[in-house]
């Protein structure tokens, strides 16, 4: 089984601050890694795909990369909506595996 | 607009038996693989089952093999979950979720608002 493993668990971060997140598999997931963002009581809702690709819709200052192992997810200025919890996900091989998330806090 | 609604949750005694339903609308169901995912109440994602469009290919996680059963009706664009022998350890919100592409297994989107599923005496 791929073992997502994502850090930090917890990041603190004020309103207007870039954030980066990151998610590293346990071997190569090639890009088939997805990010979700799930709000306080609601179902996750996709964020990027294949590494990279953002979800229709998403704002610009989300974006990721990384291919293999290594994955971030960054985000430019943020806004008070993205205080979240983020997962990612790899979809190469079965099991698809999430990663544990990382709760994005207001500082 | 796409939507996936889940049903079927509640309580049940370790050991019983519960049967979750997924509806979808706004979407040509059957040429899309759908998904299972469950969250225990304060925890992270956990992947539950994968249904091809045609029902030929299914996954499991080795957590629900041999207890869960995942099934579809693509005349009435429902996905089921059949659920047996329930742990405390099966407690979770479940959702649906649609595969994110037509072709293969990949990322899942959208995702249902999901059922909670309670597993106690």
């Known amino acids: 089984e791929i073992v997502m493993t994502q850090s930090p668990a917890t990041l603190s971060a004020s309103p207007g601050e870039r954030v980066t997140l990151s998610c590293r598999a346990s071997?190569?997931?090639?890009?088939?890694l997805a990010w979700y963002q799930q709000k306080g009581g609601q179902s996750p809702s996709l964020l990027i795909y294949?590494?990279?690709t953002r979800a229709t819709g998403l704002a610009a200052r989300f974006s990721g990369s990384g291919s293999g192992t290594d994955f971030t997810l960054t985000i430019t200025s943020l806004q008070s909506e993205d205080f979240a919890v983020y997962y990612c996900?790899?979809?190469?091989?079965?099991?698809?595996?999430f990663g544990g998330g990382t709760k994005v806090e207001i500082k | 607009e796409v939507q996936l609604v889940e049903s079927g949750g509640g309580l049940v005694k370790p050991g019983g038996s519960l049967r979750l339903s997924c509806a979808a609308s706004g979407f040509a169901f059957s040429t899309y693989s759908m998904n299972w995912v469950r969250q225990a109440p304060g925890k992270g994602l956990e992947w539950v089952s994968t249904?091809?469009?045609?029902?030929?290919?299914?996954y499991y996680a080795d957590s629900v093999k041999g207890r869960f059963t995942v099934s579809r009706d693509n005349a009435e664009n429902l996905l089921y979950l059949q659920m047996n022998s329930l742990r405390d350890e099966d407690t979770a919100v479940y959702y649906c979720?649609?595969?994110?592409?037509?072709?293969?297994?990949?990322?899942?989107?959208?995702w249902g608002q999901g059922t909670l599923v309670t597993v106690s005496s």
């Open positions: 996900q790899q979809y190469t091989y079965w099991p698809f595996t």
């Open positions: 979720a649609r595969d994110g592409f037509r072709r293969g297994y990949n990322w899942f989107d959208p």
């Open positions: 294949g590494a990279s």
């Open positions: 249904i091809s469009s045609g029902s030929s290919d299914i």
């Open positions: 071997q190569s997931v090639n890009n088939n």
